[in-house]
């Protein structure tokens, strides 16, 4: 949003003075330099949180693993606590908002690692415990409950103290593995993929419909994407996954990810969109590819498909705007009200 030449305007026409009109566009450069921008330091940011974070769980070594509950437990906590000490310190004296966040993020993350050791010390779940601590990330167990349970609430704690949407994530990760794991609960031991992606299924969109409640109610930190996120993943996950031969299932399946486009332009929350796109991508791959079953004009008409969504994607953009107005203006009173205050521009 260009804003000088609009302050530049008014004091123009006489209603602010030069000088507020200085001062307004320097405050808003001010806001917009500290809000979304996504720089090489953010993705560099963000990459060495999830490294962290991967290096002392999914990705920790059986040695790692074999170092006995109580080092295991000191191990995460003494991280947690640098990392809150240093998170804390960039955020507070340096305004440093995003890596200080993540370092607090990385230490909700420890959580799991600790409830783990304090489990391997006092004996708990040792029925049925598939091995090491990474095991937790690719095996469903009722034992890990503590651990996902334990990571909510360090989830939570963290939230009330830092105001950074990033935690979120790591709730709700935390969330599908404790669905996963009650859900062996409910089914008994022989947990098989088809239930697995229904109950994936059901939690995205559970998951979805929270955002949706908390994009409502925010108004400043933005909590609700991560959430958006993890929400259209599982979901779109495990109904992509779906494989089915029924023409009736394959066309559902790309007039739901249409339904997601649409979605994404009464959000106004892109992520949905980009999900949506890649369905009706597949849809109409698959489509050409029983069309022109071993044809050479097969790779053609894939490129073909290809060039016409970005051709659509050019015309979206240049008309998102009328796009929205004409989307709000075709909706009943009843339903605008559930449309985000940060959507009201898209």
Partial sequence: ?????????????????????????????AQRGRGAAFD??????????????????????????MMGGPALTATALIYAAAFVAAGRHLRIAHDLLVPGGLLIACAVAMTP?????????????EQGRPGAYRDVFTWIKGGWVPMEAATLLASAVALRATRFGFITLIAAVALWFLSMDIGLWATGPDLDWETRRTISLWFGLALM???????????????????????????????TWQFSDSEVAKALYASMNVALIGLAIFLSRRIYAV???????????????????????????????????????ILYQRNADRIGGAMMR?????????????????
């Fill in 275 to 313: 999900f949506g796109a890649i369905g009706v991508a597949l849809y109409l791959g698959d489509l050409a590819s029983r069309v022109f079953i071993d044809s050479l004009l097969f790779p053609f008409a894939l490129s073909l498909i290809g060039l016409g969504l970005i051709g659509l994607g």
């Fill in 209 to 239: 419909a929270f955002a949706w409640v908390v994009d409502l109610r925010q108004r400043r930190t933005d909590y609700a994407f991560w959430l958006h996120l993890s929400g259209i993943l599982t979901f779109w996950g495990a109904v």
């Fill in 40 to 65: 090489l330091a953010h993705v560099l940011w963000y990459a060495g949180a999830l490294v962290v974070i991967g290096a002392m769980g999914l990705f920790s070594t059986l040695a790692f693993g």
């Fill in 113 to 125: 690692l600790a409830v783990y050791g304090l489990q391997e010390s006092w004996g708990w779940g």
């Fill in 330 to 346: 075709s909706l009943p009173g009843s339903l605008r009200r559930w449309r985000p205050d940060h959507g009201d521009g898209a």
């Fill in 1 to 29: 949003m260009k804003t000088r030449p609009a302050f530049d305007d008014a004091a123009s026409a006489g209603i602010i003075t030069a000088e507020q009109a200085r001062a307004l566009s320097a405050f808003y450069a």
